[in-house]
Every structure is written in C-alpha cells, then in structure tokens.
C-alpha cells in the first residue's frame, strides 16, 4: 500500500503512480470527490450520516451511493458498502481491480476491510475520521497493492460532517 499525502503543495510534481502531471490527477480526484460529496448531500437529506462514495471505472462513474444505515436499520450499509456492492454488480464480478473508490470521510476498519477483500486498486478519501477511521487501527488493512490518497478537498467533506452533527447536538 501506497500512501499519498499533501497532495495540493506537489501539483506541479509528477504523480508518483504514474506518468501524468500531478495536476492532473488532482483535478480528477477533485471532480470525483465532488460527486460523492453529492451523495453526502443526499444522505443528509435522508436524516442519514453525511458519507457519499463513488466507484470510477477508467474515466466513467459506474457506482454512487451514501450511507443508509437509519433506512435500511443495518449497521453495515455504509455508504463504501454500498457503492463497492453496486460496483461489482455493475462490473458482473467481485473483484475492482481496476477502479478507484472515492469516498468522502476516512474508511472505518469494517469498510477497509472490504474495499480489501474486493481488490479496489486506488482509495481516495477527504476527510480523516480521527475516531473510527481505519489507518488510526493499522495501515496494513487494505490489499498491499491499493493505493491510498487523502485529503482531496477535505475541509467540504469535514464541513458537511461537523455541521452534521452540531445541528444534531442542537
Ligand atoms: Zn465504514
């Protein structure tokens, strides 16, 4: 596992990964995060936790989804869950091999536990969960061969979080 930080300070940098300019790859990762900041929306718009995650394919979104553990009364429908499901149903295998997981708060252990068993080659998350998120546990959760990235537009992901649960608080 690979892991990728400060990302906005090395845009002119070449990706490490790979033979594009990092800018490049940001941009990407930026405009796939804004996505699953919309299912994040979507979630809270649900009564639902504010985590959205969508699975890319090369350059093709074949999986969005957000958490759903109030609706479905399941603990486990976490929002990766949810779109490493749908991204294997779509695909018509259980392996992701060749997709990038995007999901807009730090995976917990259950969720990185299954972006490994499903061979996600890349995961991108925003925002760091500094209670539940998997790298406080162990950085060897994920398959060796997946890369990891953080901090894509972090500060909206956390937003979104910490509004969240101020209003709840209220
Ligand atoms: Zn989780």
Redesign the pocket.
Known sequence: MSVQTNISSAKLEKCTYCVKPLIVRHMDYEKYMRIALMEARDAELEGEVPIGAVVVCGDKVIARAHNRTEHLHDVTA?A??MAITAAEDYMDAKYLTDCTLFVTVE??V??AGAIAWAQVAEVVFGTEDAKRGFTRYSNQILHPKTKLTRGILADECEKIMKDFFARKRR
Request: with cysteine; charged share 15%.
């Open positions: 976490h990766e869950i995976p917990c259950m969720c």
